[in-house]
């Protein structure tokens, strides 16, 4: 392998620790590999900085990086300010949006995610209402949905409990939206991708991608800069799996007005 140029801290702890590895998958630009209990993957060294991710660049020099950890992502005080910071990142790019972030701009999803559009809102209308029970139920309907590594469902579903998770830290959502991210990912493990069902595990824990840690620190320091930028890079993560998160997240934090039809 060559020298690792960023690695995240499940992934050092997990070569620490030792064990045997075995390839899970190996793909064009990645390979996943399972060592002891943990997932991880080595990827080029334009991705993202991730927990379980191992970046690599043929001429990195040979020092061991620090492992990258990031901070438990956190929203509190007032919401309404908050809402208007995402709102006005989200803004910029939703013109562009891919994937189940075209309802972001009052856009029915193309096929089969048209199929999906009625637990989609529902789900909306349960974050946006802290209705834990009803966000169970639509959530599970949604895992799975779609093709590829990570699909859509999984990655947008992961997002908004990345969201909870933020606000329950900060006093401005149920902490049982925890319970209900532990349910959904255990969910997940019979219904989806063995690579996806541990990374929507991860974003319900709170613990993701670095582009959406940085975007939560944005809007909670309001640094509309910043907010920007992280949502540039978030949304150029995979084919899609960036916009779908971006998607999960605005539903998260806005619930049902973050895809609400536009009037003319």
Not at 17 to 29: D, T
Not at 103 to 112: E, F, H, T
Not at 134 to 163: C, H
């Amino acid at each position: 392998m060559s020298n690792p140029e960023s690695i995240g801290a499940l992934a050092e702890a997990a070569i620490r620790r030792g064990g045997v590895p075995s390839r899970v998958l190996a793909l064009s630009a990645s390979a996943y590999w399972r060592i002891g209990c943990e997932l991880v993957w080595i990827g080029e060294s334009a991705a993202a900085p991730h927990p379980r991710a191992i970046t690599t660049k043929c001429d990195a020099p040979g020092n061991t990086p620090r492992p990258w950890r990031p901070r438990p992502p956190r929203l509190s005080g007032d919401l309404r300010p908050l809402r208007w910071r995402l709102r006005a990142a989200l803004d910029e790019i939703v013109p562009e949006a891919r994937g189940l972030a075209v309802m972001l701009r009052g856009a029915a999803p193309d096929a089969p995610f048209d199929l999906a559009s009625k637990p989609l809102r529902r789900f909306a209308s349960a974050c946006g209402q802290d209705d834990i029970a009803a966000a169970f139920d639509s959530g599970s309907t949604l895992i799975g949905l779609g093709p590829g590594l990570t699909p859509s469902g999984d990655d947008f579903i992961g997002a908004a409990l990345f969201a909870k998770r933020a606000l329950a830290a900060g006093y401005l959502a149920p902490k049982t939206w925890l319970a209900a991210g532990r349910r959904l990912a255990v969910f997940a493990k019979s219904r989806t991708t063995t690579v996806s069902a541990v990374l929507l595990a991860d974003l319900a824990a709170g613990r993701s991608f670095a582009p959406l840690h940085d975007l939560v620190e944005a809007i909670e320091k309001d640094d509309a800069l910043r907010a920007r930028s992280a949502l540039r890079r978030l949304v150029a993560i995979g084919h899609s799996s960036g916009w779908d998160m971006a998607a999960g997240f605005a539903v998260g934090l806005l619930g049902r007005s973050a895809i609400a039809r536009r009037r003319a």
